[in-house]
């Protein structure tokens, strides 16, 4: 049976392997091996890299507001949770605002409507117990007058001591009757609230908002570099305004420039740490992943490079 054609180049060329070896005295049979090819023209070469962070993210304002003071400047090097703007929370000035307009509405609403039920009842209790000292009052001055004169009648001995006694015992319950009412008018009332429950609710919340801090900070998410920041002192971003960007350093790479038209052919070692390396090459750049976690941006490294002239 004839070979394909597309087979036959490949028999000759084992048969023409096969000559050549008995010619040179190899033995027959399987060999294998591995066949490393140097590009012609190639040099070695050395480039500065710089790390740099492969996420560039922006940090916003939880509520807006007004600037008022920068912590951080462009290239600072921050960690999580360090300030970076300071801002007056004006949200806040406005939210205590608006419930101070309602307070005055409610107050003058309940001003012209008149006392409420509690206020009346209150006012009444109030009289009563005025006018019932009053009456109590009136009644120990004549008990008293009377008093003295049976107390006269007894010294002069037109009066038994039984009576007398009987006489002083009701004198003396009606002015304990007369004291204990005179400090019970003394004693506070009980608290019965004036004002309806909407017009209560606005005051205690505008007291918690009195109480909560007038400014507030936007904080850095991360570890990284601040790459950018984006106010000025007295600027008022809107809410979730992005107001810096913070490069994160948990990702670094390493970006080298290079001469445009320079032919890379392998990165042999990056940082001392031996290669070849995987890169990507942008114009006149080369990026590499950082071959070390120790790496932050803005560290600086040598890359040994083989080029082709």
């Not at 005179?182 to 004036?194: C, I, L, N």
């Not at 919340?205 to 790459?227: A, C, F, H, I, M």
Request: charged share 30%; with cysteine; net charge negative.
């Amino acid at each position: 049976m004839a070979p394909e054609p597309a087979r036959a180049p490949i028999a000759a060329l084992l048969a023409s392997l096969g000559a050549m070896a008995a010619g040179c005295g190899w033995e027959p049979g399987i060999w294998s091996g591995a066949i490393e090819l140097e590009p012609p023209n190639t040099s070695s070469a050395e480039l500065t890299a710089v790390a740099v962070a492969t996420l560039d993210a922006p940090v916003k304002a939880r509520r807006g507001g007004r600037v008022l003071e920068l912590r951080v400047r462009t290239g600072d090097v921050v960690a999580e949770g360090d300030a970076l703007i300071e801002f007056e929370d004006l949200a806040l000035e406005e939210s205590k605002a608006a419930v101070r307009r309602e307070i005055e509405e409610l107050t003058a609403a309940h001003a012209a409507a008149g006392p409420t039920p509690a206020e009346t009842a209150r006012s009444a209790s109030r009289d009563l117990r005025t006018a019932a000292i009053s009456q109590l009052e009136e009644t120990h001055s004549r008990a008293s007058e009377e008093f003295e004169r049976w107390t006269e009648l007894f010294e002069e001995g037109l009066l038994a001591r039984l009576d007398f006694e009987e006489k002083q015992q009701e004198f003396e319950a009606l002015s304990t009757r007369l004291r204990e009412a005179r400090a019970a008018a003394q004693e506070p009332e009980a608290e019965v609230p004036s004002e309806p429950a909407d017009l209560r609710r606005s005051q205690r919340l505008l007291e918690r908002l009195q109480e909560l801090p007038k400014t507030y900070l936007v904080e850095s998410l991360w570890d990284g570099t601040v790459n950018e920041v984006l106010v000025a002192v007295g600027d008022m971003p809107e809410r979730g305004a992005a107001v810096a960007t913070v490069a994160r350093a948990a990702l670094p790479m390493l970006v080298a420039e290079i001469t445009p038209g320079t032919a890379v052919v392998a990165i042999e070692e990056a940082c001392g740490v031996p290669g070849p390396l995987a890169f990507s090459r942008r114009e006149a750049t080369l990026e590499l992943a950082a071959p070390t976690p120790r790496l932050r941006p803005g560290d600086e490294c040598v890359l040994a490079l083989s080029i082709r002239e």
